[in-house]
């Protein structure tokens, strides 16, 4: 099994390979340890081929936005369609 890319990041949960875009990751942050603003909400997913990010208060709302990068970032839901194209 290979390390995650974020792994030694200040403030990283978890990553999952984006299923839109192969390649890339989405990537769950303690949010103030990471130094992002989610307006207070505990946890920043960020989408890393677009830079798309939602701020969730619970780790499993996270986890589902992490595995489904399509319902937070504009960015591949514009790539799923192209894709479907």
């Known amino acids: ?4 890319k974020h792994a030694g990041e200040t403030g990283f949960v978890a990553e999952w390979p984006n299923r839109i875009v192969p390649g890339q ?3 769950i942050y303690r949010a103030e340890e990471q130094g992002i603003d989610v307006d207070g909400l505990k946890f920043a997913v960020v989408c890393d081929e677009h ?3 939602i701020g969730e208060t619970h780790l499993p ?3 589902i936005s992490m595995k489904n990068p399509d319902n937070f970032c504009e960015g ?5 369609k192209g894709a479907s194209k």
């Open 1 to 4: 099994m290979s390390e995650a």
């Open 61 to 63: 709302g996270a986890v």
């Open 25 to 27: 990751k989405v990537t």
């Open 76 to 80: 591949c839901r514009e790539a799923q």
């Open 51 to 53: 830079g798309s990010i």
